[in-house]
């Protein structure tokens, strides 16, 4: 069977990857730690919990209005008023399967053959193959490690073509943790409006903020920025809801409107109960989001400290989200291995550490840790991956 040319090229999510080789070698009776996680380890707050099932008592348990149900909608908007200062109306707000169906569907809505998206690297995984399914360009343009991973304004301006259709941003950052400032964002938005180029903010990590940093949301910088930008957002990472699958885009009306259209023939409505959990998780206390935040703060500092600890070891200190994406490049030479892929997949053998290379991010000399794991689990994988690289020299 001739498959379709759009999934021939299509390379499977590597930090999925990882984890399920780590839980096979788990299931042959291994102690493997696992570090490629990138969802909290917390369980779903009670309240959250308790909410869906009485709405399934209740009878929600049908299909929903395809945007989502107007009052989560209605939530979200608040919740941006309170949280960012940001006034939406609800024809803005659309509901959908997860941050990254949110995203599937706003470049689906948006991009005609051969529009570049300008995607800052390191990125997250699947901001290539969502843009390439919708028959988009990735025009990648690296960061340097030296600030921060962070696009300095005049790298924009070098990326840009008379093609150049969207930028995304992902403040804090998946893989590196790294956070722009008010000003960065100044400077990067008056590009972007100058070139009339569409924002993509993927603020997933909001709530995972660490040290002196504040979060920022682009489009709250001025009136014009709003109009310029498409927010993403869900409950995935703030709430500890991965798997019920809750995100939102919001932007402008028409956009919205094009996704919702979309989502009706896919999804029809992201699940019913799943965004009654979603309506409790912002209607409630945001207690538990602090706290979870706290864990994650103590362990970044615990971790950022053995692991910097190692020879041939250097990292950026992260401002946001759970992870830490060391330059590992002089370990790996240090211990004889060509590439980071390599030097990955032999500690995964020798010591069972699972960690994701920095490559599928496009930073080939790094690799991510995610501390969403429990802090005797962080310090006995620091041991470990020290221990495989005194081994190695
Ligand atoms: N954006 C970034 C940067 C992420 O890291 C993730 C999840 O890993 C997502 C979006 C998707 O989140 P969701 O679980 O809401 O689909």
Redesign the pocket.
Known sequence: MDLAKRVQTLTPSS?LAITAKANELKAAGHDVIGLGA??PDFNTPQHIIDAAQKAMEKGFTKYTPSGGVPALKQAIVEKYERDNALTYETNQVIVT???????YTLFQALLNEGDEVIIPAPY?V??PEQVKLAGGLPVFIKAKESNDFKLIPEQLEAGITPNTKAIIL?SP??PTGALYTKEELEAIGAICLRHDILIVS?E??EKLIYGDGTFVSIASLSEALKKQTVV?N????SHSM?GW???YALGDAKLIKAMTNLASHSTSNPTTLSQYGALAAYQSSQEKVEEMRQAFSYRLEKLYDWITQIPGVYCMKPQG?FYLFPNVKEAVVACGFHTVDEWVKALLEEEKVALVPGSGFGAEDNVRLSYATSLEQLEEAAKRIKRFVEKHQ
């Open positions: 930090t990138g969802e399967s997860g941050a990254k169906h949110a995203l997250w699947s901001y992902n950052s998946n993927d997933i990590y993403i869900g409950v995935s990472k991965t699958r809750i995100g989200a």
